[in-house]
């Protein structure tokens, strides 16, 4: 076998690999992709399981040039306490052109709901529905405008999204578990993540993301 | 024979007792002393003669159906059941026309948990005058701050539901569609404009397209936010350099300020920019330019530049006007603050008036003139008779009611809210009477309005009316906006 077949060999199959572990993934119901690069989309997938030294890892080894992941490597070094809360902020501060693709736009929410900057993550879940393009919404991106809505206490905000959700095969698995928290919002003290991203948003002291 | 005719009595009676037990009927509802609360709340509201059915539902999960039965003061009645009402439109029609300067009293029954219960009944108001145009037009966008999403301008008819898409961007990525303006609701004359990649100023006049450059480099920026002037040659503008920041904590989630912005008249039949020092002064930030109906001054809102963003909240804009000479094209030379709200603390934007000229309906917020997104932001009139200004109290809610623009006869308006969540914005209408109070608003009326509000993630924006349907050739817009043929436009200064 020559060099270059076996090159191409071995790129097959790693794409074969990768296709299996996604399919692998999908049956897990392990978190969804949408979008972006393929970079992004395994940031994501990391950012979404919380593994934080795997992403550490995955940008010593190249470096990324994407927005949405160098906030990942630097959330993921916070929570790793490589870096401090300062300069995490620092990095956050300047959101602009951050959200350039729908999975940028999920994993930037994602770390913004992590964080307690509420209204951050609800504007990054805006982006990322909007990024669609389809009148279909984004089950996940749908699921945080419902989740912050509930944190912020704006009910009837909440409902109309849990109630567009159970319109939606793919978005019912979270539906279902949000339902009695929409419907009884004080509940929230047995929702342990929810109560605690309340908290810090409470305290959060304002600031300006451009 | 006998005791056969008495077993099917029994039978019969039977049945009948067993289906009265399954469901009992409206007839047999108990009695609540209270009003219904509806969605959307149509109670006490004023309509004009052939608005679209008000349809509504109970904004009770709970309550499964609904029994309507709708009776004119002055005749005539009309019953619809279901989770919704449905009113016929012809009927409907109908009935409103009987009962022009009259009312409708509206009985609703809900069944709940398998009971029916009836409420007091509550009256809608049938204004004397038939609905002024044939329609609005409107542009309805997702929330979304850095990419640009599906969008459109539509147009709707207001005796019906009909909407139909003037121009979308479903089929041009990046485009994104502005502030579509009538002239004074006669689509004959309107603009709107581009951004993205195709940008441009589209302007519709004598009877043809045009497509501006969508950025003048004399000018700095784009034209925003256009008025048209009565006569029709000339359509004032603002140019803004526009910027937007994000809260992490407070209720008003984004800050849209301008680091720059001026007024400046568009002269259709040369294609010139009339700019002048008095409405383009370089510490100021003049903005939301309005002709009167008589087309001899231009209102428009000024505010001292500040530092952005750190002092966002210190903007407050002023009412003004300045003369126009409309046989020349000159600016006056002296500009009058009619409203000084900086000094108040308060920021005033959108001044519109009315078409008899008697009016002029304005937004006050705490600061800026971004006062969709100002939960603070109410309606206000300002009478141009006797100078006297006052909130529309009966007009606003505790959330942000905003762009308004007035029908082609200045009897009624329409604004947008965003009272039903605090996130989406609706269109409201509502109307002066001789007296100069306003009626309590009612919803853009939909087939079946709480689900269509409910499943839709959409805003209105920048609401107008239409005398009648725009008519546009959108495939025709569209294709030229593709082909990037411009006309440049001259930036002059007397």
């Given amino acids: ?210 | 024979m006998k005791s056969s005719k008495t077993i099917f009595s029994f039978n019969l009676l039977l049945i009948v007792a067993f289906l009265s037990a399954c469901s009992s009927s409206p007839q047999d509802a108990a009695l609540v002393d209270a009003l219904p609360v509806i969605y959307p709340d149509y109670v006490d509201v004023t309509i004009p003669v052939g608005i679209a059915p008000l349809n509504f539902a109970m904004d009770d999960d709970n309550a499964t159906d609904i029994d309507v039965v709708v009776t004119g003061s002055q005749g005539g009645t009309l019953h619809s059941k279901g989770e919704c009402t449905d009113f016929d439109i012809d009927q409907w029609h109908t009935l409103v026309e009987q009962n022009r300067g009259g009312q409708l009293d509206v009985t609703v029954c809900a069944q709940q948990d398998g009971q029916w219960k009836r409420y007091r009944d509550f009256c809608i108001h049938v204004a004397e005058t038939d609905l002024p145009d044939w329609g609005i037009t409107y542009r309805r966008i997702a929330p979304g701050y850095e990419m640009f999403g599906l969008m459109g301008i539509y147009e709707r008819e207001l005796s019906t539901f009909e909407e139909t898409t003037l121009l979308d961007n479903h089929s041009n990525e990046g485009m994104c569609i502005n502030c579509h303006t009538p002239n004074r609701a006669n689509p004959n004359q309107h603009v709107l404009h581009i951004r993205g990649g195709n940008g441009a100023t589209l302007l519709h006049t004598g009877g043809k397209d045009e497509l501006l450059k969508a950025v003048n480099d004399m000018l700095g920026g784009a034209m925003v936010y256009p008025y048209w002037h009565p006569g029709g040659r000339y359509c004032a503008f603002s140019t803004n350099k526009t910027s937007q920041m994000f809260h992490t904590r407070k209720e008003n989630v984004v800050e849209v300020y301008d680091t720059k912005s001026d007024v400046f008249v568009y002269d259709t039949e040369t294609h010139q920019i009339i700019g002048d020092t008095f409405i383009m002064k370089t510490l100021w930030a003049e903005n939301c330019p309005a002709f009167s109906p008589d087309g001899l001054w231009l209102y428009f809102v000024t505010a001292r530049r500040q530092i952005y963003p750190t002092d966002y909240d210190k903007e407050r804009y002023s009412l003004c006007r300045v003369s126009f000479d409309p046989t020349t094209g000159h600016i006056g030379q002296q500009v009058d603050t009619l409203i000084n709200a900086a000094a108040e603390g308060k920021s005033i934007s959108w001044p519109r008036p009315s078409y008899d000229g008697r009016y002029l309906m304005y937004t006050l917020a705490d600061y800026g003139y971004f006062t969709i997104w100002h939960p603070e932001s109410d309606l206000w009139l300002l009478d141009l008779q006797t100078g006297e200004r006052r909130p529309l109290d009966t007009v606003n809610s505790s959330r942000a009611d905003s762009f308004h623009n007035w029908s082609s006869d200045g009897g009624w308006f329409l604004f947008t809210s965003r009272r039903d969540d605090g996130r989406y914005s609706r269109i409201y209408l509502s109307s002066i009477g001789p007296d100069g109070q306003a009626t309590k608003p009612f919803l853009l009326p939909q087939r079946d309005p709480r689900n269509f509000y409910t499943q839709s993630l959409y805003s209105y924006n920048t609401p107008d009316f239409t005398t009648r349907p725009v008519g546009n050739d959108a495939q025709a817009q569209i294709h030229a906006l593709k082909s990037g043929d411009r006309i440049p436009t001259e930036m002059v200064k007397p």
């Fill in chain 1, 1 to 210: 076998m020559t060099t270059e077949r076996l090159l191409a060999f071995k790129c097959a199959l790693c794409g074969v690999l990768v296709l299996v572990g996604f399919m692998f993934c999908g049956c897990q119901r392990t978190p969804e992709l949408v979008g972006g690069t393929p970079e992004e989309q395994a940031y994501d997938l990391l950012l979404q399981k919380g593994k934080w030294a795997d992403i550490v890892e995955m940008n010593r080894k190249q470096p990324t040039k994407s927005s949405a992941c160098r906030n990942a490597v630097r959330l993921a070094s916070w929570y790793l306490g490589q870096c401090s809360r300062e300069e995490l902020d620092l990095c956050l501060a300047d959101s602009h052109g951050v959200l350039g693709s729908e999975t940028s736009a999920l994993m930037m929410s994602d770390i913004y709901l992590r964080l307690g900057m509420v209204n951050m993550a609800r504007r990054a879940a805006f982006d990322a529905m909007v990024a669609m393009r389809s009148e279909k919404p984004n089950s996940r991106a749908l699921k945080r405008l419902t989740e912050v809505a509930i944190i912020t206490g704006e009910n009837e905000l909440a409902r109309k999204y849990l109630l567009i959700g159970e319109q939606h095969s793919d978005c019912l698995p979270w539906t279902k578990k949000l339902r009695p928290l929409v419907e009884h919002p004080e509940l929230i003290v047995n929702y342990p993540s929810y109560k605690k991203i309340r908290e810090i948003h409470e305290k959060l002291k304002d600031d300006f993301f451009l």
